[in-house]
């Protein structure tokens, strides 16, 4: 089995910087990737980025390409989702997302989200 955990979501003020962690634990799937994803109330959850366990690759969605960067400790188990320039729009709960293997159906793990707020 596999736990995720996020941490790092807060409250702040447009054109603050967060920074969201998810540690992995259990196994581990070194062909596999992360995605943060987030939902907003009363919408539906998207994509935010993606990042391979083994090559780094990164995937990002418009709404985050050039404010938002994904990277990885695989010593740590640990994916982060920097974030910066942050607006009102980017208020929801960030989950992470553990997929067995990269670039392939379903994610498979889920974490339990990091509220994000951001006030104009």
């Known amino acids: 089995q596999v736990q995720l955990v996020e941490s790092g979501g807060g409250m702040v003020q447009t054109g603050d910087s967060l920074r969201l962690s998810c540690a992995a634990s259990g196994r581990t799937f070194r062909n596999g990737d992360v995605g943060w994803f987030r939902q907003a109330a009363g919408k539906d959850r998207e994509f935010v980025a993606r990042i391979t366990w083994s090559s780094s690759s990164t995937r990002y969605a418009d709404s985050a390409k050039g404010r938002f960067t994904i990277s990885r400790d695989n010593a740590k188990n640990t994916v982060y989702l920097q974030m910066n320039s942050l607006k009102p729009e980017d208020t929801a709960i960030y989950y992470c997302?553990?997929?067995?293997?990269?670039?392939?159906?379903?994610?498979?793990?889920w974490g339990q989200g990091t509220q994000v707020t951001v006030s104009s």
């Open positions: 997302a553990l997929r067995i293997t990269a670039g392939t159906g379903q994610y498979n793990y």
